[in-house]
């Protein structure tokens, strides 16, 4: 019986996403300027406009009252993130069947959350939001942004999960490229080997003779 790879074979390849419903980044700020920390998480999509990011700054940082100063490091921030999604883009991932654990474990104001469960990988219509949802409604939590953080943690792990996923598929295609120049190169090793075999002295002497016997 053969042994199948963890992540599948190349009719499970599709391209670098997030295996969700909607392809978003998960975005994590967490800068401190002169004593003041902002910290934040959210969704941005990669789709959109870079111009837009620096709008996104101007307006976290008037609605919060933070220094001007926050603008440059948050813009930055979030474009150097978008920037290191968007260089996996076009990129082959392995799906498959695969289901894969998340492990929640966060404290949000008062909610301390810890949990674990699997999550189907190739379910392109999964909605980590509605989950969220659905999980602190059975929980009966009621803080509204504990929520957006169970979302956020579960996109940060299918994300890096993703990204591993590329690295598989890069690895595999190099071990198919290895494999196929080693068999190339032991079928001319063997060509040439059997020819001598076969003409032993031909290589030294033009009249297919022993030199011993001229």
Same mark, same amino acid.
């Given at each position: ?5 963890? +992540? ?15 392809? &978003? !980044? ?27 990011? !620096? ?26 993130? &978008? ?23 966060? =404290? ?10 699997? +999550? ?21 939590? $009621?803080?509204?942004? !504990? ?8 996109? $940060? ?5 993703? !990204? ?8 595999? =295609? ?5 494999? =196929? ?14 020819? &001598? ?7 030294? /002497?033009?009249? /297919?003779?022993?030199?011993? /016997?001229?």
């Amino acid at each position: 019986m053969k042994s199948h790879s963890a +992540w599948g074979t190349s009719k499970n390849l599709v391209k670098f996403r997030i295996p969700t419903s909607d392809n &978003l !980044v998960p975005i994590r700020l967490d800068i401190e300027i002169d004593g003041q920390r902002f910290r934040d998480a959210f969704t941005w999509n990669p789709s959109d406009p870079d111009s837009e990011v !620096v709008v996104f700054a101007k307006r976290t940082v008037k609605d919060l009252k933070l220094p001007p100063a926050f603008v440059t490091q948050i813009a930055q921030s979030i474009q150097t993130q &978008l920037t290191e999604f968007r260089s996996y883009e076009g990129q082959d991932m392995y799906i498959g069947e695969r289901v894969v654990p998340i492990k929640l474990d966060l =404290r949000v104001n008062h909610t301390i959350i810890k949990d674990h469960f699997l +999550w189907e990988l190739n379910n392109f219509e999964s909605d980590p939001e509605e989950f969220a949802r659905s999980f602190c409604k059975d929980m009966g939590i $009621e803080d509204p942004e !504990v929520g957006p953080a169970i979302a956020i943690a579960i996109r $940060e792990q299918l994300y890096e999960i993703a !990204v591993q996923s590329v690295t598989s598929a890069k690895e595999s =295609r190099l071990s198919k490229k290895g494999r =196929r120049a080693g068999e190339i190169f032991s079928a001319r090793y063997f060509n040439i080997g059997f020819k &001598l075999l076969c003409y032993p002295f031909h290589l030294g /002497n033009k009249k /297919n003779e022993h030199p011993w /016997n001229r």
